[in-house]
C-alpha cells in the first residue's frame, strides 16, 4: 500500500552490535538512534523522545533527519506499508519489522566488511543464548517479519541458527527475510531450521561479483565457493516461481568489481532475481584503509571508466534498486 510518508519509523526497529536501536539503516537516517535496547526496555526505546521526535518530523514531511544521497526511497518518494500502520508520535503497537545486527558471525570473510574470519567467542556465544529466551524473542511478539543479519550471516551463525529456530517455533505466523551470502542458503539449511517457503518473505544475498574470478577478489577461496553459490541461487530462483518472496542479489561496487555491473544485471535475471547496487562506504566496512574503492569519487583514477561502464543501459532496467548516488552518475 503505497502512502505519502515513510512509515518506518513507526513500523520498524534494527538492533546493532552495541544495542544501538535504529528505525531503518543507519546510513539512511544519519545515524540518527533512538536509544539503546542493551541499556533500556523496549518501551523506553519504541517510543523515547527521540523516537518522537524523528516520528513527528516524518508526519510533518520533514526528512533533514534522512539522507537523500543513500536512501533508494527518500528521493523517489516511493514509500510503502503492508499493515495500514496507524503512525501517531507515541506508538502504542510494537515494531512489526525487527531486524537484527547485533551478530558479527559469519563463514567467509568478504572484503567488503571485513578484514578476516569472525567467529564469536565462547563467552560471546554463550552470552547471546542466554539472551534469545529472556530478551531476543520478546522484541518479536508484535512482529509479522524478522530480518536477519546483515552483519554476520544468518546460516554461518550458530547464535543466529538459534535464534530462527525458535522463532519459528515460537511465532508460527512471523515471516523471515534473511540477508545472507548465499553460500549456505539452500533446501538443507531451510529444512534443519524447519523453515519452509510459505514462511519466506525475502532473500537478500550479497555477492558483488559476476564471475568466479572476481568473486575470489572479494573473498577468499571465492573460486571455489562461486560454482555453489550459484548453484544456491537458481535453486531460490526455481523456488520463487512457486512461492511470494522477494529475491534480492547485492553488489557494492568497488575497483575491483565495477566492469562487472552490466554482467550482474544478467545473472541476476538468469537466476530470476532483481539486482541492487551500492556504493562502497567506510563506515559499512570494518576493513581499513580502502580509500581506494570510492571510485565514483571524480577523483579517483578508474573514475572515468566507471563512468564508461554506467552507460550500459541494462543498468536502467532495475533503476530503482540502485543507490541514488550511482544513480545520478547514470543519469548524467
Known amino acids: ?6 512509515t518506518r519509523p513507526f ?21 540518527y538512534s533512538i536509544g539503546n535496547i542493551f541499556k533500556d526496555s523496549i518501551d523506553e526505546v519504541w517510543n523515547s523522545d527521540k523516537a518522537q521526535e524523528l516520528r513527528k518530523r ?38 512489526l519489522i525487527v531486524k537484527f545486527c547485533y551478530d558479527y558471525e559469519c ?4 572484503s567488503i566488511c571485513r578484514d578476516k574470519m569472525k567467529r564469536l567467542t565462547d563467552e560471546e556465544l554463550e552470552t547471546l543464548n542466554s539472551k534469545i529466551d529472556t530478551f531476543f524473542l520478546p522484541l518479536l511478539k508484535s512482529a509479522k ?15 543466529s541458527r538459534q535464534v530462527i529456530q525458535k522463532a519459528a ?8 527475510d534473511f540477508h545472507t551470502n548465499g553460500i549456505l542458503c539452500n ?11 510459505d514462511r519466506i518473505e525475502k532473500i537478500r544475498i550479497s555477492i558483488h561479483a559476476a564471475t568466479k574470478e572476481t568473486y575470489g577478489k572479494i573473498i577468499p577461496n571465492g573460486e571455489i565457493y562461486f560454482p555453489k553459490l550459484v548453484e544456491n541461487l537458481k535453486y531460490l530462483g526455481e523456488l520463487k516461481k512457486t512461492n511470494n518472496f522477494q529475491f534480492y542479489i547485492h553488489f557494492v561496487v568497488t575497483r575491483f568489481n565495477y566492469k562487472e555491473m552490466p554482467d550482474f544485471v544478467r545473472l541476476a535475471q538468469d537466476v530470476n532475481a532483481i539486482p541492487c547496487f551500492w556504493e562502497f562506504r567506510q563506515e559499512n566496512c570494518a576493513y581499513p584503509n580502502q580509500d581506494n574503492h570510492y571510485i565514483y569519487r ?8 566507471f563512468l564508461n561502464v554506467l552507460k550500459d543501459p541494462i543498468l536502467l532496467t532495475y533503476k530503482e534498486n540502485i543507490s541514488p548516488l550511482i544513480l545520478n552518475l547514470i543519469k548524467k
Open 1 to 6: 500500500m503505497s502512502v505519502e510518508y515513510c
Open 11 to 31: 513500523e520498524e526497529i534494527e538492533i546493532h552490535h552495541t544495542g544501538e536501536v535504529y528505525t531503518c539503516c543507519p546510513n539512511w537516517n544519519k545515524f
Open 58 to 95: 516524518i508526519l510533518n514531511k520533514d526528512y533533514s533527519l534522512c539522507d537523500k544521497n543513500t536512501c533508494i526511497y527518500c528521493n523517489e518518494k516511493i514509500y510503502f506499508s503492508n499493515y495500514g500502520t496507524k503512525c501517531t508520535p507515541i506508538m502504542e503497537q510494537y515494531p
Open 107 to 110: 563463514n567467509i570473510a568478504c
Open 145 to 159: 517479519t524478522l530480518i536477519i543479519n546483515s552483519y554476520g550471516d544468518p546460516f554461518g551463525s550458530r547464535h
Open 169 to 176: 517455533q515460537k511465532y508460527p505466523e512471523l515471516k523471515f
Open 187 to 197: 533446501e538443507q539449511n531451510f529444512k534443519n531450521l524447519n523453515i519452509t517457503p
Open 298 to 305: 571524480e577523483e579517483h583514477p578508474l573514475h572515468q571508466d
